[in-house]
């Protein structure tokens, strides 16, 4: 199994910036992706960021140039830099571990951008 431990959502202006961090541990294949997915109200769960093992990485449209995503902590811990957000980047945020074997999420933070 695989456990995921996020952190770093909050409150922030329009225009700010947030840090969001999810750690991995249990047992974790070498090659894997990792991602963040965000769900707003009454909305489908989407894709944000992924990254894999290998460091590619794929960003949704509505965040490409103002969100990056990276892996750090001996690569099982991912980020996600958030920057000029927006009202409509409000959303509980997911993260994910993916390989051949799990599809793994964690439990979720809230991130809220008021205008």
């Known amino acids: 199994q695989v456990q995921l431990v996020e952190s770093g959502g909050g409150l922030v202006q329009a225009g700010g910036s947030l840090r969001l961090s999810c750690a991995a541990s249990?047992?974790?294949?070498?090659?894997?992706?990792m991602g963040w997915y965000r769900q707003a109200p009454g909305k489908q769960r989407e894709l944000v960021a992924t990254?894999?093992?290998?460091?590619?990485?794929n960003y949704a449209d509505s965040v490409n140039g103002r969100f990056t995503i990276s892996r750090g902590g001996a690569k099982n811990t991912v980020y996600l830099q958030m920057n000029t957000l927006k009202p409509e980047d409000t959303a509980v945020y997911y993260c994910?571990?993916?390989?051949?074997?799990?599809?793994?999420w964690g439990q979720g933070t809230q991130v809220t951008v008021s205008s």
């Open positions: 994910n571990y993916k390989d051949w074997r799990f599809d793994y």
């Open positions: 249990g047992s974790i294949w070498i090659i894997n992706a």
């Open positions: 990254i894999t093992s290998g460091g590619s990485t």
